[in-house]
Nanobody, 115 residues
Framework: QVQLVESGGGSVQAGGSLRLSCAAS????????MGWYLQTPGQQRELVAI???????TYAESVKGRFTISRDNAKNMVYLQMNSLKPEDTGVYYC?????????WGQGTQVTVSS
């Protein structure tokens, strides 16, 4: 099992930027996929962005061109650079580690974007 700890959340005005970080402890294989998900009250957790060990990325349509996911395999870190933030980006962001059918989750970090 991989332990994940997110940081970098906070409150920002619309148009601002935040950078989320996720520190992973344990062994991360190059075939593992890392990702960020957003959960808002009353809604299911939704994919924001994922990245595999070859730096292939996938983004939700709503964040394309604004968010960038990256990973540092040497440091077992995953980042989410969020620019041009909108109020609808508000919620709890979770870091995820996917290995085959298994997923590990972090505790989440709150992002609040005010208009």
């Amino acid at each position: 099992q991989v332990q994940l700890v997110e940081s970098g959340g906070g409150s920002v005005q619309a148009g601002g930027s935040l950078r989320l970080s996720c520190a992973a402890s344990g062994t991360i294989f190059s075939t593992d996929v890392m990702g960020w998900y957003l959960q808002t009250p009353g809604q299911q957790r939704e994919l924001v962005a994922i990245i595999n060990g070859y730096d292939t990325t996938t983004y939700a349509e709503s964040v394309k061109g604004r968010f960038t996911i990256s990973r540092d395999n040497a440091k077992n870190m995953v980042y989410l650079q969020m620019n041009s933030l909108k109020p609808e980006d508000t919620g709890v962001y979770y870091c995820a580690h996917h290995r085959g059918p298994s997923t590990d989750w972090g505790q989440g970090t709150q992002v609040t974007v005010s208009s």
